[in-house]
Structures are given as C-alpha cells and as structure tokens.
C-alpha cells in the first residue's frame, strides 16, 4: 500500500496539523504528502515546501497548486490503494466524520475509528463514559445553574464541549466572566465544570501491534504563565513538559491505569493521550484524545520517547494496525 500523510484541515486546529505533519514527514520521508485546506479541497504537496513553511502554529501554510474535493480525493485514496497516516487534529478530522468516509471506503487510517472519535470528541459524553469505566471526573454544571455554581465553587472554568488545543478556554474568577460564558454559549456548546486547582497531567496509551496495550510515561506539565492554552502548548518556551513527570509511584500507577481505563471505555483504537489534574485529593480527568498531537514539541512523543520507543517504529506499528483493522472491518 502507498503511504499518505493527510493533513491540514477545516477547523482552527489545522496551524497544529502542518507541525505534526512536519514531524511526521521527518520520521516517514518516502509517505506523499496530501493537505485538506479550508475549502474543503485536499491538495498534493512537495516535501520541500512543507519543510520551509517555518511557523506553523502562527501562519496559515498555502499548498499553491490545484486540489480535489475531499471525497474524490478519498476515492482516489481507495483506488491507489493508499493508507492515510492521519496527522490532523480537532474538528471533522477527530470527530469522526472523516473516519466514516474511509470506512464505508475501505481505505485504512491510523488511530480510533468513526464512532469511537465521535465519542472522545464530545467531552461530555467521553466524560459519562470514563466515569463508568471507574475514572474520577469533575462535577457538571448547567448553564442555567452558573450563578448558582460560581456562588457555591467560588471559581469555574469553561470550555467549549467539542474543540481541542485549549481553543476557547475560559477561566471564572469575577462576575464579568460569566457574561462571557454565556456569550461564548451562544455560539457553541460548552462543558462548565467548578475550578479543580493542581499539577496537570497527561498519560498516553499505545496499541501495540499484537494488540495488547500499555500505558506510556506520564507527563508533567508546568504551564510558563499558569495556564496550559494554546500560547502555552505551542509558542511559549518557558511551559515545562516533564518526562516521566516527578510524581509519586503511586499517583503514576493511577495516572497509567485512568488512561488505561478511559481508552477502553471509549474504544479507541492505536493511541490516544488522557488529560488530568492532579489535585490534593486525587486524579481528575480532563478529556481523552484520539488524535493527539505529533510535533516535535507534542507530548505524545515525548511520552514514547521515556519509554524506549523510536518515532519511525511508532508509525510503521500504526500502519500495520491501520490496514489491520482495515481488513477486519471488510
């Protein structure tokens, strides 16, 4: 089968998608290269000219040349034979709508499936699931109910209930904030939950090629200006990420067993990253990743580098499995 990294996308994660392509370009150097831009179009692209494109997560990479729709790019997807190496990351790309389109292709693709990404995607609903699977989640808070939750927590947080990257993020310290949840609310769908103060965490778990799973190294995360958003992931060089982070034995064998736990109830499939707190009185989950990021800045890699894993054999295990489930699905 023909290797292609497909990346880029139509959401705002798409600057996130050309770094992780990057590094993925590096690790895959014989993969072609294909870019969805935001109209929807998806575009061969020259190696040279992702390897130039020097600040992907500040400017917008330009393919310069004619694509096709989606769908037809896919059906030629299917007709070569191709496996897509997914670097993308949020919206259509993680939701699950572009898994389905390749599975009711028969074209494979790295990481979780249609309906697991749907699930993860939805933080509400991967919330509901990793409870269930014996994960300590934080409490929900109504949008009805936020003058009452912040009367009673005294400080809340916000985010928007199917986005990644910390792209909406807000924090509720004083009254004002609330009129901008609710502003926010009326264009999107948001998670409200009472302000949980700790380390944060994140812990990845990886399918190996005979199937069995393992938990990676946590990672610590020491945010350069106290919180973990977009500028602290991706443009701040003073965000510590600590590998294997400095926790106790025992919170590191809670943090391995909650990701364990929370891939599994959300059936994911090859990897996925679990987001934490690490609070004076325990574990709290975030959210789980199917498709996390793989610049070289990205935490994933960092995590699969603690545990002995080389980059290149990461992806080519991810293929196995990816055309794999491909055949399976037939």
Not at 34 to 54: G, M, N, P, R, Y
Not at 126 to 153: H, S
Not at 305 to 322: C, K, N, S, T
Request: glycine letters at 8%; proline letters at 5%; hydrophobic letters at 40%.
């Amino acid at each position: 089968m023909r290797t292609t990294i497909l990346f880029g996308g139509t959401n705002k994660e798409r600057l996130v998608s050309v770094g992780s392509a990057q590094a993925l370009h590096r690790a895959l150097p014989e993969a072609d290269l294909w870019f969805w831009d935001v109209a929807d179009t998806v575009h061969e692209v020259a190696s040279q000219k992702l390897i130039e494109h020097s600040r992907p997560f500040e400017d917008e990479f330009e393919p310069g040349n004619r694509g096709l729709p989606l769908e037809a790019a896919l059906d030629k997807a299917k007709a070569e034979d191709r496996v897509l190496v997914l670097g993308l990351h949020g919206g259509r790309a993680e939701n699950g709508e572009l898994q389905a389109m390749c599975e009711l292709r028969g074209i494979p693709f790295t990481g979780s499936g249609s309906a697991s990404s749907n699930l993860a995607f939805d933080k509400a609903a991967a919330k509901r699931f990793a409870e269930i699977a014996g994960v300590t989640v934080p409490a929900g808070v109504a949008l009805e109910n936020l003058d009452a939750a912040f009367a009673e927590y005294g400080k809340l947080i916000a985010k928007p209930a199917r986005d990644g990257s910390s792209y909406g993020l807000i924090f509720v310290n004083a009254k004002q904030d609330l009129v901008a949840v609710r502003n926010a609310a009326r264009t999107e769908d948001y998670l409200i939950e009472p302000f949980v103060a700790g380390g944060e965490a994140t812990c990845g778990v990886l399918e190996q090629p005979d199937g069995t799973l393992i938990s990676l190294p946590p990672i610590e995360i020491v945010p350069g200006e106290g919180t973990f958003d977009y500028a602290a992931k991706y443009l701040l060089k003073s965000t510590q990420e600590i590998c294997p982070g400095r926790f106790t034995p025992e919170v590191t064998a809670q943090l391995q067993d909650q990701a364990m736990r929370a891939h599994r109830a959300l059936s994911c499939s090859g990897y996925s990253r679990t987001d934490f707190i690490v609070s004076p009185k325990g574990l709290v989950y975030l959210e789980t990743n199917t498709l996390p990021g793989l610049t070289a800045a990205s935490l994933y890699p960092k995590a699969l580098q603690a545990q002995g894993i080389e980059f290149p054999d990461f992806l080519r295990d991810q293929i196995v499995l990816a055309e794999r489930r491909s055949r399976a699905r037939v």
